[in-house]
Nanobody, 117 residues
Framework: QVQLVESGGGLVQAGGSLRLSCAAS????????MGWFRQAPGKEREFVAD????????YNADSVKGRFTSSRDNAKNKVNLQMNSLKPEDTAVYYC??????????WGQGTQVTVSS
């Protein structure tokens, strides 16, 4: 079982930055591909970014490319999402997730990000 806890959300003005973190309670954190998703009010949850087990490979959704960067520290069981040049449309609850098999099996409780215009 993997427990994930996100932190770092908050209120920021457009153009600002936030850094989200996700702490994992699991012995073998490096086994898991990690992902970030978000859900805005009235919308479906959408993929934001992911990072492979070593951190050497990342992938971002087109909507955040060039603005968001994923990183991880396997020694600390943490994954981070650096969000720059934030836009009001980035407002959502952000979730981290862990993937061991074919799908993201474990999810955090989410952290709210609000970007004011």
């Amino acid at each position: 079982q993997v427990q994930l806890v996100e932190s770092g959300g908050g209120l920021v003005q457009a153009g600002g930055s936030l850094r989200l973190s996700c702490a994992a309670s699991v012995r073998t954190f490096s086994r898991y591909k990690m992902g970030w998703f978000r859900q805005a009010p009235g919308k479906e949850r959408e993929f934001v970014a992911d990072i492979n087990w070593s951190g050497a490979s990342t992938y971002n959704a087109d909507s955040v490319k060039g603005r968001f960067t994923s990183s991880r520290d396997n020694a600390k069981n943490k994954v981070n999402l650096q969000m720059n040049s934030l836009k009001p449309e980035d407002t959502a609850v952000y979730y981290c997730a862990a993937q061991e098999g074919e799908e993201f099996d474990y999810w955090g409780q989410g952290t709210q990000v609000t970007v004011s215009s």
